[in-house]
């Protein structure tokens, strides 16, 4: 089985080199987090309150731009990492099977989506929503896709695990408080619409595709075909790996418990 959502990348350079997209996507979260936590003279709440979703500054002052700048900003830490913890896990594979453009497209689009289908269902709420939570459902929405009519892109065991995981997700949308439910759900909708388009002439992910573009990137430089099979400093333990699926599955319902509590 390729591992879709293990990340086997040797260090954070070659994670940044395989997957700029989803890189910069990361950093953008963690920056505009610190920005509105942080820099003084009240930039931060200002930037956060113009950039943040509401409704009724879109239906009553056509504030447009409430539509995508929600996919960019977060609430606490827990938030800021929960997300990105979530494109690390998922956006690389889809990065690579998509390309760039039409990995950047899908994500914001999926989250527009979210941020609209929320709109429509209440265009004078007074609430303020933000996250990338949208975009994230619009991923996982492709995924399903995939599962269910493009089955030559993802085998059975990734089928199972992302498909688990979306399911412990979309329970935990409807139990966890201060959640924006219509924009998981849209987005997911989205996700799962843009489908046929978005997987039209796609290739199934593979880590020797990224081995070819580093080694074709270095000139001069000899590729040694045992790099990936050397020994690393830390391994993982065979009864971790066997069980790593359910690990993760386990932190993500605990996160969301302790959403709930605090």
Same mark, same amino acid.
């Given at each position: 089985?390729?591992?879709?959502?293990?990340?086997?990348?040797?260090?954070? +350079?070659?994670f940044?080199?395989?997957?700029?997209?989803?890189?910069?996507?990361?950093?953008?979260? @963690?920056?505009? %987090?610190?920005?509105?936590?942080?820099?003084?003279?009240?930039f #931060?709440?200002?930037?956060?309150?113009?950039?943040? /979703?509401?409704?009724?500054?879109?239906?009553?002052?056509?504030?447009? %731009?409430?539509? @995508?700048?929600?996919?960019?900003?977060?609430?606490?830490?827990?938030?800021?990492?929960?997300?990105?913890?979530?494109?690390?896990?998922?956006?690389?594979?889809?990065?690579?099977?998509? !390309? +760039?453009? +039409?990995?950047?497209?899908?994500?914001?689009?999926?989250?527009?989506?979210?941020? @609209? #289908?929320?709109?429509?269902?209440?265009?004078?709420?007074?609430?303020?929503? $933000?996250?990338?939570?949208?975009?994230?459902y619009?991923?996982f929405?492709?995924?399903?896709?995939?599962?269910?009519?493009?089955?030559?892109?993802?085998?059975?065991?990734?089928?199972?695990?992302?498909?688990?995981?979306?399911?412990? #997700?979309?329970?935990?949308?409807?139990?966890r408080? /201060?959640?924006?439910?219509?924009?998981?759900?849209?987005?997911?909708? !989205?996700?799962?619409? @843009?489908?046929?388009?978005?997987?039209?002439?796609?290739?199934?992910?593979?880590?020797?595709?990224?081995?070819? =573009?580093?080694?074709?990137?270095?000139?001069?430089?000899?590729?040694?075909?045992?790099?990936?099979?050397?020994?690393? =400093?830390?391994?993982?333990?065979? +009864?971790?790996?066997?069980?790593?699926? %359910?690990?993760?599955? !386990?932190?993500l319902? $605990?996160?969301?418990?302790?959403?709930?509590?605090?």
């Amino acid at each position: 089985m390729i591992k879709l959502f293990i990340r086997t990348e040797r260090s954070i +350079k070659d994670f940044i080199y395989f997957y700029p997209i989803v890189s910069i996507l990361i950093v953008i979260n @963690i920056l505009l %987090w610190f920005i509105v936590h942080f820099l003084p003279f009240d930039f #931060g709440a200002y930037l956060f309150y113009s950039g943040a /979703g509401h409704n009724f500054s879109i239906h009553e002052y056509g504030e447009y %731009w409430r539509i @995508i700048t929600p996919i960019f900003l977060h609430g606490d830490l827990m938030h800021t990492i929960f997300n990105s913890f979530a494109l690390v896990l998922f956006g690389p594979a889809l990065e690579q099977m998509l !390309g +760039k453009f +039409k990995f950047i497209i899908a994500y914001l689009l999926t989250g527009i989506i979210g941020n @609209i #289908g929320t709109y429509l269902v209440n265009p004078t709420s007074m609430t303020f929503h $933000i996250g990338a939570s949208g975009a994230i459902y619009g991923i996982f929405g492709i995924y399903i896709f995939m599962v269910l009519f493009r089955k030559h892109l993802i085998d059975a065991g990734n089928a199972q695990i992302v498909t688990t995981i979306f399911f412990i #997700g979309l329970v935990m949308t409807f139990i966890r408080p /201060g959640i924006n439910i219509f924009a998981h759900v849209f987005g997911f909708i !989205g996700g799962v619409a @843009i489908g046929p388009l978005i997987l039209n002439n796609v290739q199934p992910f593979s880590i020797y595709r990224n081995v070819r =573009r580093q080694t074709s990137s270095s000139a001069g430089v000899q590729f040694d075909p045992n790099r990936w099979s050397r020994k690393r =400093r830390f391994t993982i333990p065979p +009864k971790i790996k066997k069980n790593l699926l %359910w690990i993760i599955i !386990g932190g993500l319902v $605990i996160l969301g418990l302790l959403g709930r509590l605090f």
